[in-house]
């Protein structure tokens, strides 16, 4: 049982705002921390503080940046007196003090000595014992041999060659653990150098590979639309080269033990994941997988997931979705994009915006709609259900939300799924000039490398909207480890889908 604070935490921010706390509270960007900080170094749960067996302590969540006591980054730490905090290096600070008692760290204190016990120096002709320092001071002594015994003298050359013997032998021990060290240290960093070059390799192969799934998209829409057998040969020629990579990025995988060090069954459902929306794992950035687990526990404060799954299924909307987004070549795990804009709702219609009203399952804009082939109702500038409006079809806009990821996927995102997703909620006009300039290639230009340089330029909205879909994907893969009582809606066949 955790006892109660006896003292009061004061915390008190840069603009002279103080908050007070007599129990365990967070730190952090959300907005459900008990103290919300926005600042882009701030992770969205940064730290934690809490008393416990008397003392006030403070405890890193796995932040990207780190938590730092007057200087120095800890992982846990007590509170005492007065101090600053500062989250992440740079980051804001936030200076502290207890009021109460404070809390008591026990010090050794020396045991007083006895009256009897205290004496002065005992010489031989006391008629005491002789002490142990006067064998000491008479054998082994600094004193020169001339004067003393003759046992004395071989006493004290005995020990002199055995003084000698002992440093020669130390000598040899010292000399041989110190080359075993370098040797060990030459392999130590041998190994490591050769893992930093795996690491590189399987990145570089991992983005090749990207790179060559645009290409047999825009080869296979070619061929569809021209009926090209030019284009066909290619496509047989590129994807039999995209298997071969395929094959030499798992074996770099398993070589560099990436599933297997310590990794939990979550933990890897997240890093698979991420491969699968197009971003690498082995480059997956500090602090990643700690920001699922926060909006995994989102997911797990609503029963939404489940109602909208439950939904679907009744509805037979999955196996319609799956089939328009297998046509377009993309991961299934789109699904979850439609669950996140309208809980799979097609009569679903959003709030006016400069763009217009977004309307339907899959909340199109009517200039997006259009550019897809959907036919606009004379209700767009109302916020209701417009029958004549096929962006409430649910097959005719799935069908154009597929074309239109697929699009997004296979030119500005260069195949990350995350930036798709960022580029689908932000809006195309926006995200497009901010991503257009990063470099053309999936390995810079990835969701990795935005929340990395232009973290500060997204807007939380955008930001939590890709995250939401992706850890809703992530429990998709097995919502019973993530505590939900449903099925991965995506291994439905068409006959469960409809039962």
């Keep these: 049982m955790i006892d109660k604070p006896a003292s009061v935490l004061h915390i008190t921010l840069a603009d002279g705002t103080t ?42 969540l796995g932040s990207a940046n780190g938590v730092f006591i007057d200087g120095q980054r800890i992982d ?9 905090i500062q989250l992440g290096a740079g980051g804001p600070t936030l ?3 207890l009021e109460g008692p404070a809390p008591v760290s026990p010090v050794e204190q020396p045991a ?16 005491d014992p002789p002490s142990l320092d006067h064998y000491r001071d008479h054998y082994f002594g600094k004193t020169l041999d001339q004067g003393a015994g003759e046992h ?69 829409v070619e061929t569809e639309q021209r009926k090209s057998m030019e284009a066909k040969a290619q496509i047989d020629a590129v994807n039999d080269q995209k298997k071969k990579l395929e094959q030499s990025y798992d074996r770099y995988v398993d070589s560099l033990d990436i599933y297997s060090k310590g990794l939990s069954e979550k933990e890897k459902i997240i890093m698979l994941m991420a491969r699968r929306f197009g971003e690498c794992e082995i480059n997956m950035p500090d602090g990643f997988v ?27 909307y999955i196996p319609k979705i799956l089939e328009a987004l297998n046509e377009a070549e993309l991961p299934a795990e789109f699904f979850y994009l439609a669950v996140q804009e309208s809980n799979l709702d097609h009569h679903a219609v959003g709030p006016p915006t400069r763009f217009g009203i977004a309307k339907g399952m899959w909340q199109f804009i009517p200039s997006t709609a259009e550019r897809y082939g959907l036919r606009i109702g004379p209700l767009k500038d109302e916020e209701v259900v417009d029958l004549l409006d096929e962006r409430h079809n649910f097959d005719k806009s799935t069908r154009a939300a597929a074309t239109y990821l697929r699009d997004i996927y296979t030119t500005d995102a260069q195949a990350s799924g ?39 330029k ?33 291994m439905m066949t068409d006959a469960s889908a409809n039962s």
């Design 112 to 127: 007083a000595v006895p009256p009897q016990a205290e004496t002065t120096a005992t010489s031989i002709s006391s008629g």
């Design 418 to 456: 995350l930036l798709v997703m960022a580029s689908y909620n932000w809006g195309e006009r926006r995200v497009v000039k901010l991503i257009q300039t990063m470099p053309e290639n999936p390995r810079e230009r990835n969701f990795w490398q935005l929340i990395s340089a232009y973290r500060d």
């Design 290 to 316: 700690e920001e699922v687990y926060g909006f995994i526990e989102n997911w797990q404060s609503s029963k939404r997931l489940a109602r909208v799954i439950h939904r679907a299924k009744r509805q037979g």
């Design 458 to 490: 997204v807007p939380d909205e955008t930001y939590d909207y890709v995250f939401s879909i992706f850890t809703a994907a992530v429990i998709g893969q097995n919502p019973r480890l993530f505590g939900f009582d449903f099925d991965n809606p995506l």
């Design 152 to 220: 004395t003298i071989m006493v004290r050359r005995a020990f002199a060659e055995v003084q000698k013997k002992q440093r020669m032998t130390y000598g040899a021990i010292i000399g041989l653990v110190v080359l075993l060290l370098v040797a060990t240290g030459s392999v130590a960093w041998y190994k490591h150098s050769q893992v930093v070059e795996q690491r590189k390799l399987a990145a570089e192969v991992f983005y090749t590979m990207r790179a060559l799934e645009i290409d047999l998209i825009k080869l296979r």
């Design 19 to 60: 908050f007070s706390f007599s129990q365990r509270f967070t730190v952090g960007r959300h907005s459900q921390c008990a103290l919300s900080i926005q600042d882009s170094v701030v992770s969205r749960r940064h730290a934690d503080m809490f008393w416990d067996n008397g003392q006030w302590w403070i405890q890193d």
């Design 76 to 84: 846990r730490a007590t509170l005492f007196g007065t101090g600053r």
């Design 95 to 97: 200076f502290y003090n």
